[in-house]
C-alpha cells in the first residue's frame, strides 16, 4: 500500500483489490482481510500522524458481502486525538456502497516498545534518524 503523502495529515486513501487468496466464502473477501485491510490503512494513517503506535481496539462493522477481483476504495481519517490515543474511523468502498467500516483507536507508544528483536532495533535506527531534529 502506498504511505500516506503527507506526515500529520488526517486523511488518507488508496485501492485495493482481494483476490482467490483472500478469500472466505466464494468470490467474497474473507472477514479477517477485511479487518487486516482496514487496520493498515487505518493504522498508516494514525502512523503518519502520530509515530509511533499501536491498535488498542478496534470495532468493525460488516454492511455488505466484500467481492474479490475488483479494486475497492479504502478511506481513513483521524477523528480524535486525546491524550496518547489517535481515534481513527476507516470506511471499505465499492463504488457508492458502503461495505464495512472501523472505528480504531492506536496507543503512541515510546520507540522502544519495537526494540526487543534484531528487526525492531534496525528499523528504530531508521527511525531515530526521521525522529531527530533538524540541526
Known amino acids: 500500500m502506498p504511505l500516506p503523502q503527507e506526515e500529520g495529515a488526517g486523511r488518507y486513501e488508496t485501492t485495493f483489490s482481494f483476490d482467490e487468496r483472500h478469500q472466505g466464502g466464494p468470490g467474497l473477501a474473507h472477514g479477517g482481510m477485511v479487518s487486516a485491510l482496514l487496520d493498515e490503512v ?26 474479490i477481483n475488483r479494486p475497492l476504495l479504502s478511506r481513513a481519517l483521524v477523528e480524535q486525538d486525546k491524550g496518547r490515543r489517535v481515534h481513527v474511523r476507516g470506511e471499505l468502498w465499492d463504488s457508492e456502497e458502503l461495505l464495512a467500516e472501523a472505528r480504531i483507536a492506536f496507543v503512541h507508544v515510546p520507540l522502544e516498545h519495537f526494540l526487543s528483536t534484531p528487526e525492531g532495533r534496525a528499523a528504530g535506527e531508521a527511525w531515530r534518524k526521521r525522529l531527530a531534529p533538524e540541526s
Open 42 to 67: 487505518c493504522g498508516l494513517l494514525a502512523t503518519w500522524y502520530r509515530f509511533p503506535v499501536v491498535t488498542g481496539r478496534i470495532f468493525l462493522r460488516y454492511r455488505r458481502p466484500v467481492p
